[in-house]
């Protein structure tokens, strides 16, 4: 066991190996460290409850357990939100609406999953329309495994991801970029060829200069074969009757 | 003349051969009855006894007979009374009569039934996809269906082999009964 303990890296040590490079500011370690506590003690939630495990929430963000202690907020838009909680099982409708989601929110996100369900199907192992391993279509930072876990246990996963996130261990966004074929393959392989999300992930991971040998492959080139530009939504206006008006 | 209703009931359909009655309790009364003389029952009872509420209807495929069975449950305000309409049909073509004209969500139930187990109404207004809307299988409730081989092609599974459950295995021990022994 002594061995085991030695071998994971203590904190300092993993900062250095992500930089990768010498900082010549003296200072820059000191405000990223400060930036990722902050990033870390104010997150939004955002409240989009998919499964049973949902149950568990009301009381964990509400008075009893009351998770605005620890900087988390419930919020209603992907876009403003930082944390994708997935609450229990994932028919194959919802994990579409589930990506279509994580794909606008800004990064950095971080997606919990809760309960047995999107850990391995749960109880809904046997059926047809769950998707069985949420890890397959989208990067988990953190798993609150259980059917369905206590708010306390709900509590304690997201301290964790608060911790990984100060730490810098939580970087999973960026795996969705790096591994994008990966991601992308699993989900045509459930969805279909011609799936296409509205969002560009390829020229996002171009921005956020993420792009690995990865990112691209044979399922982006299915994609782009399939691909149907976007357009505008047509906006038109009649006025039937002047007088009324 | 409504606690009479039931009365009057309970002779009609004993009386008539070939519509088999049972009488569970006050409150629910099982009729099975052929299918060519459903739609006229659901007639007598909705219109003349006051079985205005149609609750459900539920299918159950009994492949080893080859047929589908239909259960109409309906209810009556009246009477407080349900009554179970069971009938078979042929599961091969799997085709039957909407009940639409007479109660009106049966359009709800029929497109349900339609989706999960492939059987035609005629007459139903709407036979399109309802839940299953992103579905191309084949529907999935029927019996021939197999979901775990589905499953196993369409997914795969998370492996759990931690260090403590490999500790064990060396000592001898580790997992006695499988989900795949029990099943």
């Known amino acids: 066991m002594s061995n085991e303990l030695e071998n994971i890296p203590i904190r300092q040590e993993l900062e250095v190996l992500q930089s990768g490079q010498k900082r010549t500011n003296p200072l820059a370690n000191v405000f990223d460290g400060l930036v990722k506590f902050c990033r870390s003690r104010s997150m939004f939630m955002l409240h989009y409850c998919t499964g049973c495990g949902a149950i568990e929430l009301p009381p964990a963000m509400t008075s009893r357990f009351d998770m605005e202690r620890l900087g988390i907020q419930p919020m209603v838009t992907p876009r403003q939100a930082d944390i994708l909680l997935i609450t229990g099982y994932v028919s194959i409708k919802t994990l579409k609406r589930i990506i279509l989601t994580y794909e606008q929110m800004g990064s950095p996100k971080y997606v919990i999953g809760i309960c047995s369900c999107t850990v391995n199907g749960g109880m809904y192992w046997q059926s047809y329309a769950t998707a069985k391993v949420l890890r397959d279509y989208l990067p988990v930072d953190v798993y609150i495994a259980g059917c369905m876990p206590r708010p306390e246990a709900v509590i304690s996963g997201l301290r964790e991801l608060m911790e990984d996130i100060s730490s810098g261990r939580a970087e999973s966004w960026k795996k969705y970029y790096q591994h994008y074929d990966y991601y992308l393959g699993n989900q045509q392989k459930l969805f279909g060829e011609d799936w296409q999300t509205p969002t560009d992930i390829i020229a996002e991971a171009r921005h956020y200069d993420l792009m690995t040998e990865h990112t691209l492959g044979e399922h982006t080139a299915l994609l782009e074969k399939h691909q149907k530009p976007l357009e505008a939504l047509e906006m038109r206006l009649s006025v039937k009757d002047k007088q009324k008006v | ?183």
């Not at chain 2, 309970?10 to 009364?29: A, P, Y």
């Not at chain 2, 259960?71 to 599961?91: D, M």
Request: net charge negative.
């Open chain 2, 1 to 183: 003349m409504s606690k009479e209703l039931n009365i009057w009931l309970d002779n009609l359909l004993s009386d008539i051969e070939s519509v088999q009655f049972q009488r569970r309790n006050s409150r629910r009364v099982r009729v099975d009855v052929g299918s060519e003389a459903l739609p006229a029952l659901l007639e007598l009872l909705q219109g003349r006894a006051s079985y205005v509420h149609l609750s459900a209807i539920t299918c159950v495929d009994w492949i080893e007979d080859g047929q589908f069975e239909l259960v109409y449950h309906v209810w009556s305000y009246e009477t407080r009374s349900l009554v179970s309409v069971h009938t078979r049909i042929p599961r091969d073509p799997g085709v039957y009569l909407s009940i639409y004209d007479l109660y009106q969500p049966a359009a709800f139930f029929e497109r349900d039934i339609h989706e999960m187990y492939g059987l035609y109404f005629e007459g139903s207004p709407d036979m399109e996809k309802f839940i299953l809307t992103e579905w191309n299988g084949p529907p999935p409730m029927r019996k021939d269906f197999d979901g775990e081989a589905f499953v196993n092609e369409h997914f795969h599974w998370e492996q759990y082999h931690p260090q403590w459950l490999k500790d064990l295995e060396e000592e001898g021990g580790g997992i006695t009964v499988r989900p795949e022994d029990v099943r």
